[in-house]
């Protein structure tokens, strides 16, 4: 059965390029990114683990530990490793799991048949402190993820997690947020002392309570 958003995230250990993980263990009570890639030595993988080695300090501000996979071994991996340095200008400074034996592909049903019946498609699973999955994101092999969505959806994550709070489209943070409509004005009134603008009875904006 697929997983969906609520799930527990399923737990493994797997060897990856910084030792052994236990998932949960290695998650601890933080927040934590799960991201596939067809296989080593492909174009757009190489550039997003760049990118993702980039952003590392991004995710660490928010708790975040990042952890990447690929169906092939290790040493593959390590190898790998190099070239993304190389050509990317920023070396890998996080897990990247070896699936060779499609083990955790299959936990997450990374494997799609009718895409490809051996290569993980591009998927993201954004887990939270609770082990439970908060986000689940499939691209197309052929389409490279965009890590800069990938922050502003974990930053709405954890603002609504906290907060009676959701956010609107486009939202960046420090941007207005809106008011669930669970919430009565008179609770509105106590829970969000900076005001709120009410522009329709279910639609009310507030600044972000958080900053």
Not at 18 to 47: A, M, Q
Not at 95 to 116: C, E, G, Q, T
Not at 195 to 200: D, M, V
Request: glycine letters at 6%.
């Amino acid at each position: 059965m697929a997983l969906q958003l609520g799930d527990t995230a399923p737990d493994f250990e797997q060897d990856s390029t910084e030792g052994r993980i236990k998932f949960h263990e290695y998650l601890g009570n933080g927040w934590g990114i799960l991201f596939s890639h067809p296989k080593d030595f492909t174009p757009v993988c190489t550039t997003e683990l760049g990118e993702v080695a980039r952003l590392k300090p991004e995710f660490d501000k928010r708790n975040t530990k990042v952890i990447g996979l690929s169906v092939d071994p290790l040493a593959d991996h390590k190898a790998w490793a190099g070239d993304i340095k190389e050509t990317q200008g920023h070396a890998l400074n996080f897990p990247l799991l070896a699936d060779p034996d499609r083990k955790v592909s299959n936990l997450y049903n990374m494997i799609h048949p009718n895409a490809n019946d051996t290569l993980t498609v591009r998927s993201v699973f954004v887990v939270g402190p609770d082990k439970k999955i908060k986000l689940i994101i499939t691209y197309p092999a052929s389409t490279g993820r965009n890590f800069e969505e990938i922050l502003r959806v974990l930053d709405s994550l954890q603002l609504t997690a906290n907060y009676k709070v959701a956010t609107p489209v486009n939202w960046k943070h420090g941007e207005d947020c809106i008011i669930v409509p669970a919430v009565s004005d008179a609770d509105a009134d106590k829970l969000f002392p900076k005001g709120y603008k009410k522009i329709k009875p279910y639609l009310r904006t507030t600044k972000q309570p958080n900053l």
